[in-house]
């Protein structure tokens, strides 16, 4: 099986732009779930979804939206971005709506001057 | 409100010691509890989780952790220490399976021939 893959990989954006990343789990996983990395933050968990469904999200402002497709892929949405929001941001897919198995995708780079 | 202390920022190790990754955690019911492993070829992964039952749970790549409640931790062991060990770990605990998870700071873990 395919890994879960994140497009684009590299990303760069100025402030004010909007940003939209996309995660296209494991064939047949029904939940994905997004994460931010930054050197100052770590990492923190952003939002999971559950067939379609998001079912819960961290503490980020409302610039930061996703959503689940049908097929399970997912996108999250950044607005007006902030100098802040540069990051790596990581998708998750699981089979279950658990995290009894969770597979990493290589994650997105967003740069934002 | 729910927080992960991972008292050790950085740990040297040689190859073939045995290794222990200290995790506390802070949560007033019983935790879902998570390590993941970050290395720049294989990204993010989950090792293991504790959900419930045995309060000593196996891993992948020969790792295992122990819940103690009494002292709320969660670390991480191995016996015997690979140099392709070498990356960043992170404890992190959630209320269940797919609730918002918290992250640790992360120890970064360094393997000497």
């Known amino acids: 099986k395919a890994g879960v893959t994140q497009t684009p990989r590299y990303l760069i954006k100025t402030r004010g732009q909007q940003v939209t990343l996309s995660c296209s789990p494991i064939?047949?996983?029904?939940?994905v779930s997004w994460y931010q990395q930054t050197p100052g933050q770590g990492l923190q968990f952003l939002f999971e979804y559950f067939s379609e469904t998001q079912r819960n999200k961290g503490n980020f402002p409302g610039r930061f939206s996703g959503r689940q497709f049908s097929n399970s892929r997912s996108e999250m949405n950044v607005s007006t971005l902030e100098l802040g929001d540069s990051a790596l941001y990581l998708c998750?897919?699981?089979?279950?709506?658990?995290?009894?198995?969770?597979?990493f995708g290589p994650g997105t780079r967003l740069l934002v001057l | 409100a729910q927080s992960v202390t991972q008292p050790d920022i950085h740990i040297t190790v040689s190859e073939g010691a045995s290794l222990e990754l200290r995790c506390n955690y802070s949560y007033g019911a019983t935790p879902y509890l998570f390590w993941y492993v970050q290395s720049p070829g294989q990204g993010l992964q989950l090792l293991l989780k504790y959900f419930s039952g045995d309060t000593l749970v196996q891993g992948i790549k020969g790792f295992e952790a122990e819940f103690k409640r009494s002292q709320s931790s969660f670390n991480l062991r191995k016996p015997s220490v690979h140099w392709s060990d070498a990356a960043e770990y992170f404890c992190?605990?959630?209320?269940?399976?797919?609730?918002?998870?918290?992250f640790g700071p992360g120890t970064s873990l360094s393997v000497i021939p």
């Open positions: 992190a605990v959630a209320k269940t399976s797919y609730d918002k998870v918290i």
């Open positions: 064939s047949g996983h029904r939940s």
């Open positions: 998750a897919s699981s089979a279950t709506s658990g995290r009894e198995t969770q597979y």
